[in-house]
């Protein structure tokens, strides 16, 4: 199923989106799609670390090392 958005912008953000879409071959649609999965991404992997960075001190996870030597 597709959606249709209807998105307002203001005059500079629509001539960045139109810089980007000249630069990159795509079309305003692949653009903002492109950045709305990258916006989820995002939020998806903020609301993971609330929950992972507590856990991991609780086990004595602080750096990249620690996990490394507990993987290993």
Known sequence: ???T???RLSEK???DL???CKLSGKTRSEVVR???RGKIFRERL???RVVAIPRAR???WLTE?????DVS
Not at 65 to 69: P, S
Request: proline share 0%; aromatic share 4%.
């Open 34 to 36: 492109e950045a709305l």
């Open 1 to 3: 199923m597709q959606t």
């Open 58 to 60: 609780r086990i004595g």
């Open 46 to 48: 903020d609301a993971l």
């Open 5 to 7: 958005l209807t998105v």
């Open 65 to 69: 090392e620690d996990i490394f030597r």
């Open 18 to 20: 139109k810089a980007i």
């Open 13 to 15: 953000e629509a001539q």
